[in-house]
């Protein structure tokens, strides 16, 4: 009885034959060849679409994150096993589902002022509300002026009315930057807003 033969690409003969204007995307263990997006460089990109990009850096940083803490993987382990994803496709869904901005309807955040201060040889973002703030996690966006991402990651609540993010690229603090800060209540409520910090 004949053994049935797997058909196999050689690679080199279909950069050869094709280009390599393709890229391999895998989905349920299975890769899949598709052409690359056209993209012209000059087109500047809107608002929506810069919000779209940010948000993909940032849930970027968030599944590396998660890769790196033993803790935070263990939630995903299952998941990934029962759907075939990696923990990282997946802790990316899951960052981009919960920041999506068409999520909840974000009412303003207020706050008492926004600050950068040195204390010892850490650099942090203060952020200070008139009030005790009733909020079950801060997290914090830093970008340029011109929009360009920068980090993103939580900040903690350094005492009643204050909470701190630590800042980890120092450098942006020598010149103004963005801050965009995103309140979370217990309800699941979303307060937000940015902040100019000079």
């Known amino acids: 009885m004949a053994k049935h033969k797997k058909n196999t690409i050689d690679l080199k003969q279909w950069v050869e034959t094709h280009g390599t204007d393709f890229v391999i995307k895998v989905r349920n263990g299975k890769p899949y060849l598709s052409r690359k997006p056209k993209r012209d460089p000059k087109r500047k990109k809107s608002d929506a679409e810069q919000k779209q990009v940010d948000l993909f850096r940032q849930a970027v940083l968030y599944a590396k994150?998660?890769?790196?803490?033993?803790?935070?993987?263990?939630?995903?382990?299952?998941?990934?096993?029962?759907s075939g994803r990696s923990v990282?496709?997946?802790?990316?869904?899951?960052?981009?589902?919960?920041?999506?901005s068409?999520?909840?309807?974000?009412?303003?955040?207020?706050?008492?002022?926004?600050?950068?201060?040195?204390?010892?040889?850490?650099?942090?973002?203060?952020?200070?509300?008139?009030?005790?703030?009733?909020?079950?996690?801060?997290?914090?966006?830093?970008?340029?002026?011109?929009?360009?991402f920068v980090e993103s990651g939580a900040a903690e609540q350094a005492q009643l009315k204050s909470w701190w993010y630590l800042i980890t690229n120092t450098d942006i603090a020598g010149l103004p930057f963005r801050a965009m800060i995103t309140a979370t209540t217990k309800d699941g409520d979303i307060f937000a807003a940015e902040h100019i910090v000079v």
């Open 88 to 100: 990282y496709h997946l802790a990316i869904s899951d960052y981009i589902a919960e920041h999506r």
């Open 102 to 148: 068409d999520r909840n309807i974000h009412k303003t955040l207020e706050f008492e002022d926004v600050v950068a201060e040195k204390s010892g040889d850490l650099m942090f973002l203060k952020i200070n509300f008139p009030e005790p703030a009733p909020f079950k996690k801060l997290e914090v966006s830093l970008s340029e002026l011109d929009k360009t």
């Open 65 to 82: 994150e998660v890769i790196a803490d033993e803790e935070k993987k263990e939630k995903y382990i299952e998941e990934s096993k029962q």
